[in-house]
């Protein structure tokens, strides 16, 4: 399942993209965290951001999976760090958007 990510670390960096999956949501967050430490933060704040993202890397993988599987949007906040999935489906809406409307249309008059 296809799924919009996005992340923020305040005040440094924010970003989103689409992601095939849960894992290669936490890679992306990795990616981000690992650019974000070698460009912009070090010593108190580097070992503050690594412990966020090792927190929400693990929320990710559990509670956010299960979210996600349920077609519901997820968002953990740890610290500075804050990661958001979003459930989408083929034409790229969210899909529990997509299937309240599919409801919406077959409900009968």
């Known amino acids: ?47 503050t951001l690594r412990e966020s993202a090792r927190v929400i890397r693990a929320r990710m993988s559990s509670d956010g999976r299960v979210a996600v599987e349920r077609g519901e949007r997820w968002t953990a906040k740890v610290g500075e760090a804050e990661v958001t999935l979003t459930p989408r489906n083929g034409d790229s809406r969210p899909a529990r958007a997509a299937r309240d409307q599919t409801a919406t249309r077959t409900s009968p008059a």
């Open 1 to 47: 399942m296809a799924l919009w990510m996005s992340w923020e670390v305040t005040p440094i960096a924010s970003a989103g993209e689409e992601v095939d999956d849960v894992e290669e949501a936490v890679k992306a967050l990795d990616g981000s965290v690992l650019r974000i430490l070698d460009r912009a933060v070090t010593g108190v704040d580097a070992a």
